[in-house]
């Protein structure tokens, strides 16, 4: 298996502000990891793709000046909700891929969950 | 549009008795295919990945794919109410992102 952990795993913050999340991969290096959102009783949804040194890639509708990512090494990658409002208010669960011999495995972290009041 | 599709459930069986959730894609290229667990409230955990056609086993769990039909199944055998969970199909293709199906929420009923 890999490890990946998330930090930190719960946060309340008031509307207005900016929330960082970190997703680290502990045991291997990731070049790729992703960061998902999950609404309750919803599926995954795949907000970027985060590669290390390089911009991510955002999904269709997903705000990149409003979900600031940052991979500035090969064992993390942070998220960064700016400016925060209630309908912001989710799971927020990153993955790192981590590479095999016969591909590409993801590895999810526990996830964050993003409280605005 | 690559696709993967699962039977959203509930999926109710009985406690000892085997549970069978199913996946099917679209891309005939794909070359990966995985096994997500996530509990309520929870993230998703890896719980199998299978590569080649046929079966593969792993302690009550057993992945089986068949390329040919685009098909990939889990079964857990001596289902236990803790197995009670949504289970992912995640598809991958080689230098792409995975795509996850909507999950198959399973209930073993003690």
């Known amino acids: 298996g890999a490890v990946v952990s998330q930090h930190p795993s719960r946060v309340i913050c008031k509307s207005g502000t900016s929330v960082k999340i970190e997703c680290r991969s502990l045991d291997f290096q990731a070049t790729t990891m992703f960061w998902y959102r999950q609404f309750p009783k919803q599926s995954l949804m795949l907000m970027a793709t985060?590669?290390?040194?390089?911009?991510?890639?955002?999904e269709q509708g997903v705000e990149k000046d409003k979900f600031l990512i940052n991979h500035a090494s090969l064992t993390l990658s942070t998220l960064t909700v700016t400016s925060a409002h209630p309908e912001d208010s989710s799971f927020y669960i990153c993955s790192a891929n981590k590479r095999g011999g016969q591909g590409d495995t993801q590895y999810f972290g526990p996830g964050t969950r993003l409280t605005v009041l | 549009q690559k696709e993967v599709e699962q039977n959203s459930g509930p999926l109710s069986v009985p406690e000892g008795a085997i549970a069978s959730l199913n996946c099917t894609y679209s891309d005939r290229g794909s070359q990966s295919f995985f096994w997500y667990r996530q509990y309520s409230g929870k993230s998703p955990e890896l719980i199998m990945f299978i590569y080649s056609n046929g079966d593969k086993e792993d302690g009550r769990f057993t992945a089986q794919l068949n390329k040919a039909s685009q098909y990939v199944s889990l079964l857990i055998r001596d289902s236990q109410p803790s197995d009670s969970a949504t289970y992912l199909c995640?598809?991958?293709?080689?230098?792409?992102?995975?795509?996850f199906g909507p999950g198959t929420r399973l209930s073993v009923l003690p």
């Open positions: 985060s590669n290390e040194g390089s911009k991510a890639t955002y």
């Open positions: 995640a598809v991958g293709l080689y230098g792409q992102n995975f795509v």
